[in-house]
């Protein structure tokens, strides 16, 4: 039996209320066995001081590209796990486009077990076509079998619409979610970022709005068609998220992610070909910006997720249009979304514990952790007076692709709880 | 005025050193005349040209340029069909850096890849042309031309291009430089090579007899490429000659209202230009080819590599 840990003085988050609320928190065993407003502490207790601090249930993020198998050299599952207890994250969804992909129920067992070498838990999703290609259905109810909790192509669509059709039929019966890349393709082409002034200055090709429209729209009506549970990654565009906010109204069984760093930066944050703002879907207008952050605090997104996407230093410093998409966030998105939205009074504690820890462990079938009596005790401390600054040296993450490498943000994670154990103390 | 490294595009250049390279364009010019057409200004040092897109005339201008400023001139060799990517352009600039050049010109048809390389190396980058992004020098030598053939002040006059704005760097730094002098400027192309989303102030037609009424002092033609990722953006050459292109027929009528021709090079004879225009008297590619050179000795005298600081300091 550990010994009782007594986290003093804090303000505790809950889904439940905008309003934080001063208590003490005493952990033993990894359960939550008090919480209460100013206790003296049990004796032979260790007291961890969390005065002007946040205490929140931890992070849980359904969209992380870890790397393994086959592009470890940008990350691997054991450091990507690192990464994510440095930002707050206990539990997360990988992402199938490995080499190979995770496309069989031999490289999810394979992924699992990597992951079960992990501190915290991890989760994987299996690709919904054979090697993502697209074309023929990969073994979903084997992968399924072995553990796998999501199905999805992501990093590109499933362009055929009878193969979706079809996947979106077979996995509902596995109670499977299927997860959608929108993306077409065709209208991508070899596009680097948002098509709009900024790609026609810098001369680059443009991924227009309505690539990523169309292919929303065509996801979302296969979904009320078969009935299948529809996820919908990283949605980037106003008229996007209006689709859903629509399809969610009729009924239809859909959820949706928004990314920190959708919600943070736009096209002109490109600037002079700064590969650290280029992913897929690409940053899109300030207008956007604004409309999906109202998204999130109407309710239209169902979870926050970073789409940690880890790549070299040697892959990011080539020109715009040859460098790989995307950008890594689990270390950066707590801080990100406190610097930006929480402490300018945009956002509100309790709509991060919902969209960033309580609605993405449902998603998956999880139950939330919040901090209350008899819980599991998993959260963090967050210390909202504090800057963090990600240099190399803070980040675990092998790679640091990141708009803030060497940046401050207001906020740092003091404390990671997991099973009631403390995973990281600053 | 701060010396600057780089001559990566148009926006970042401020109206003072606009004045300057035009200013001085002018007695390089002048130079011209003279049986010797060379002055001692680069003496001792190396300018490389980097051309990963095969051009021969800018880069003959930009060699003729270096050493009418008697510096030495050095074209890297660049087998374009295996460098193809980024990362083997930085592996190009330690070579370079090691090799201690002043300056380089670069082409290469990735937008970026010049202020990729800027950041990379202590010599001047002269950005010759990158993807659809830039062409800072084409843009000085056409408003150089402009000014000599308008005098001095060009506001109020008005320039519009014709042809593939979608895909051309000359369309945009050209027209952002007029723009900075003070003139209208417009747009002509099917509605496929007009980029959406345009700066508000250019107009954008659709045909010539738009084009017509709102009276041009000068039509810019541009080169056209019929598709990529094997989509066309027109129909035919032909269709596109016929709607779009300068005909004998709208030369009469170019010729009858004084309008002036000008075209980046090389034309496409038959495409968005007839051979009678190149006889026209106010065509005026060969006033900016001979032009060009007087600019980039400009550009080049006014550019301050990092590798001179080093030894001055």
């Keep these: ?426 | 005025m701060t010396p600057r490294k780089d001559l990566l595009d148009i926006q970042s250049l401020t109206d003072e050193e606009l004045d300057f390279i035009l200013t001085n364009a002018v007695p390089f010019k002048n130079l011209f005349k003279r049986s010797v057409k060379k002055v001692p200004t680069l003496r001792g040092r190396t300018v490389l040209t980097l051309f990963y897109e095969p051009s021969t005339r800018t880069r003959s201008s930009f060699e003729v340029a270096a050493s009418r400023l008697s510096a030495d001139v050095i074209n890297f060799s660049v087998n374009t069909s295996s460098v193809v990517k980024g990362e083997s352009v930085l592996d190009t600039i330690s070579t370079l850096e090691a090799m201690r050049t002043d300056y380089v010109v670069v082409r290469h048809g990735m937008s970026g890849i010049p202020n990729l390389i800027a950041r990379n190396t202590t010599a001047s980058v002269i950005n010759a042309g990158d993807g659809f992004h830039a062409h800072p020098t084409q843009a000085l030598l056409d408003v150089f031309t402009l000014k000599e053939v308008f005098g001095g002040d060009l506001s109020g006059l008005r320039i519009a291009f014709i042809g593939d704005i979608q895909h051309s760097r000359v369309a945009r730094s050209t027209n952002l430089l007029c723009r900075r002098m003070g003139m209208s400027t417009a747009m002509l192309a099917p509605g496929s090579l007009i980029p959406r989303d345009t700066p508000a102030e250019i107009a954008k037609f659709t045909n010539w007899e738009e084009l017509y009424a709102w009276k041009p002092d000068v039509i810019y033609l541009l080169r056209v490429q019929m598709e990529r990722q094997n989509v066309p953006f027109f129909p035919s050459i032909g269709e596109y000659h016929r709607i779009y292109g300068l005909t004998d027929e709208r030369l009469k009528r170019v010729q009858d209202s004084g309008i002036y021709v000008m075209h980046p090079g090389p034309v496409n004879r038959g495409v968005e230009l007839n051979d009678s225009v190149m006889t026209y008297e106010r065509c005026l590619i060969n006033q900016q080819v001979e032009n060009g050179i007087a600019v980039r000795m400009s550009v080049l005298y006014w550019l301050k590599p990092g590798s001179v600081e080093e030894v001055g300091s």
């Excluded at chain 1, 940046?407 to 003091?414: T, Y």
Aim: aromatic share 6%; proline share 5%; with cysteine.
């Design chain 1, 1 to 426: 039996m550990s010994k009782q840990k007594l986290f003093k003085g804090g303000d505790i988050a809950s889904e439940e209320s905008a309003k934080l609320q001063r208590c003490d928190v005493l952990v033993e065993g990894g359960r939550i066995t008090r919480v209460a407003p100013n206790f003296t502490a049990p004796p032979d207790c260790q007291v961890i001081d969390c005065t002007g601090k946040i205490i929140l249930p931890a992070l849980f993020d359904v969209h992380v590209h870890a790397r393994e198998p086959g592009q470890e050299q940008k990350e691997n599952i054991r450091t990507c796990s690192e990464a994510a207890i440095n930002g707050g994250v206990t539990g997360f969804c990988m992402m199938p486009n490995t080499l190979p992909a995770i496309d069989s129920a031999g490289v999810v067992k394979t992924v699992l077990e990597s992951a079960a070498k992990c501190r915290i838990p991890i989760y994987t999703s299996g690709a919904i076509t054979k090697g993502r290609e697209g074309k023929e259905l990969a073994a979903i109810g084997a992968m399924k079998a072995a553990g796998a909790v999501m199905i999805t192509d992501d990093g590109f669509p499933v362009s055929n619409p009878v193969v979706l059709r079809r996947a979106m039929e077979y996995a509902r019966d596995f109670g499977l979610i299927v997860a959608s890349h929108c993306e077409t393709m065709e209208l991508s082409g070899k596009g680097a970022m948002h098509e709009g002034t900024v790609s026609y200055s810098l001369g680059l090709e443009g991924i227009p709005a309505i690539s990523e429209e169309i292919c929303l729209d065509r996801d979302i009506r296969l979904a009320q068609y078969t009935g299948a549970h529809l996820h919908i990654q990283h949605v980037t565009t106003a008229r996007g998220m209006n689709t859903i906010r629509r399809f969610k109204e009729e009924g239809v069984n859909v959820t949706c992610e928004v990314a920190p760093h959708h919600l943070i930066f736009n096209h002109e944050d490109v600037g002079d070909y700064d590969t650290n703002y280029k992913m897929n879907p690409p940053l899109r207008t300030k207008e956007d910006n604004a409309a999906l952050l109202q998204g999130l605090i109407d309710g239209v997104f169902d979870v926050i997720a970073t789409d940690h996407a880890p790549h070299t230093p040697f892959e990011k410093n080539n020109d715009f249009a040859s460098a790989p998409f995307g950008i890594t966030g689990l270390e950066t998105a707590l801080p990100s979304l406190h610097h930006y939205f929480i402490s300018e009074g945009k956002l509100s504690w309790d709509l991060i514990v919902r969209r960033y820890s309580a609605e993405p462990r449902r998603l998956l079938g999880q139950r939330a952790v919040p901090v209350t009596e008899g819980g599991t005790a998993e959260f963090i401390v967050f210390n909202p007076k504090t800057d963090t600054v990600f240099t190399r040296d803070f980040i675990k993450s092998k790679s640091v692709n990141t708009p803030f490498l060497d940046q401050a943000l207001r906020g740092r994670v003091d404390v990671v709880v997991h099973a009631g154990e403390v995973l990281l103390q600053r």
